[in-house]
């Protein structure tokens, strides 16, 4: 099963994925934002999922995880 967590900036997603994260899921992000003031632990970003529709062959590395 693939979730994503999906928002505009500033709606939570970050704080989302902390929480599903502290709750046990595996989580896919590229770590290419630095933690920040406004996201201190970080942001939860993978920048493949805004090609989506162009390219989807990142979803096999998602499932692929545990």
Known sequence: MITVVTGLPRAGTSLMMQ???AGGMEVLSDNSRLPDTSNPK???EYAKTKLLLED???LAEAEKRP
């Open 56 to 58: 989807n062959s990142w």
């Open 19 to 21: 929480m599903l994260r």
């Open 42 to 44: 970080g942001y939860f």
